[in-house]
């Protein structure tokens, strides 16, 4: 084990470097050849910490309402589709993932607005859904086994 930093809830600031992180990434996979990327928002990593409020405890901007919690992962996407042309973007989302802890109060209703913003936005090239493997238990607590078959019901809902 080595020691690490102490994780911090980002400042406003340092979101817009962030931002421009993902659209370099996405310019610098086309130009050595990818056909395309997908932005990962799923999966407890850092667009997932800002979608979910089981995750963001945010005041600012970024958190609070569900357009707020929406608002950082939009940017990223948008930053990405003006880089490398929205058809060649894709977006990951877990919407009952409970993986390093993401939790959601609603997941149907986050991820209704989330998918529905995608598509104002890009529309993307696709969609990526994810679900938990197995029912059981994760980080000690009880899991339910649930399927990614209600993010069809985001998608309907969302176009």
Not at 33 to 44: K, L, P, R
Not at 72 to 87: K, M, N, R, T, Y
């Amino acid at each position: 084990m080595v020691d690490y930093e102490a994780p911090r809830a980002l400042d406003t600031d340092e979101l817009p470097r962030i931002v421009e992180q993902f659209r370099q990434a996405a310019r610098n996979a086309i130009d050595v050849g990818f056909d395309g990327v997908e932005i990962h928002g799923a999966n407890g990593y850092l667009l997932n910490q800002f979608l979910c409020d089981g995750m963001n405890t945010r005041t600012d901007a970024y958190g609070g309402s569900l357009e707020n919690r929406c608002r950082f992962p939009l940017e990223v996407f948008q930053a990405v589709c003006d880089e490398i042309g929205a058809d060649r973007v894709g977006y990951r989302l877990s919407p009952f993932g409970g993986f390093l802890d993401a939790s959601d109060s609603d997941p149907i209703a986050t991820h209704t607005m989330m998918i529905s913003k995608l598509l104002e936005a890009g529309p993307p090239a696709y969609v990526h859904c994810v679900e938990p493997r197995c029912a059981g238990t994760a980080h000690g607590r009880r899991r339910r086994p649930r399927a990614a078959c209600p993010s069809r019901e985001c998608l309907v809902n969302a176009s």
